[in-house]
């Protein structure tokens, strides 16, 4: 069985500072890890991915996370963030096989005011 | 040309009654979901289909029942809709089961009364 815990349900951040996402994951098997994001009344939408390789994950709107096996960590992170980040974040994790599926964490909202 | 389209966005509907949504994908994939999101925001899996076929199928309750006549197509049906059953219902894809990420669709939000 596969698990995932955000620590954090909300973080509020002025805009232009970093934020760290945090998310931690629980598996028997090796892993795959995903970040989404949901903004308001909308669906999910894939920010980055760690499936093999470089365990810095570059992704969309300059995202990036890092996969650490010995802390079975992924945490999200941005440098710079903008009002527009405003949304919901979700780690999620999945491994191979056929009855494989995508588990997600509980989400953490990430409120960014000027 | 949306990837995973799902109807309606919205469906409001009495205590009771039978509905149905619909999902369909563009995007050549073999694998299709359901999952509900409910009212905190968790996200939970239903049902999974690979190129047709039933491959998961979570703990819900049996007045739930997906339908995929092919697979490009994953719908879901749900008799006696009870006021627990509101949420929102996301459809997704992916190439492979539980690999290389899905692509969602935008929801169906649903509301019993």
């Not at chain 1, 903004?39 to 980055?48: A, D, F, K, R, T």
């Not at chain 1, 996969?67 to 945490?75: A, C, D, E, P």
């Not at chain 2, 009212?39 to 899996?45: G, H, P």
Request: charged fraction near 15%; hydrophobic fraction near 35%.
């Amino acid at each position: 069985a596969q698990s995932v815990t955000q620590l954090d349900s909300q973080v509020p951040v002025f805009e232009e500072a970093p934020v760290e996402l945090r998310c931690n994951y629980s598996s028997s098997v090796s892993v795959y890890l995903f970040w989404y994001v949901q903004y308001p009344n909308q669906g999910l939408q894939l920010l980055l991915k760690y499936l093999s390789g470089s365990t810095l994950v570059k992704g969309i709107n300059g995202f990036e996370a890092e996969f650490n096996k010995s802390q079975t960590s992924f945490h999200l992170r941005k440098p710079s963030v903008h009002i527009s980040d405003t949304a919901e974040y979700f780690c999620a994790v999945s491994h191979t096989g056929t009855a494989s599926k995508l588990t997600f964490g509980t989400g953490t909202r990430l409120q960014v005011t000027l | 040309d949306t990837a995973v389209s799902q109807t309606p966005k919205y469906l409001v509907t009495q205590m009771g009654n039978d509905k149905s949504i619909k999902c369909e994908q563009n995007l050549g994939h073999d694998t299709m979901y359901w999952y509900k999101q409910d009212s905190k925001k968790f996200l939970k899996i239903m049902f999974s289909y690979n190129n047709k076929e039933l491959i998961i199928n979570e703990t819900v309750p049996n007045r739930f029942s997906p339908k995929s006549p092919d697979k490009a197509h994953l719908n879901l049906h749900i008799n006696s809709l009870e006021l627990g059953d509101s949420a929102v219902y996301f459809c997704a894809s992916s190439q492979a089961p539980g690999g290389d990420g899905y692509t969602f669709g935008s929801g169906t939000r649903l509301t019993v009364v």
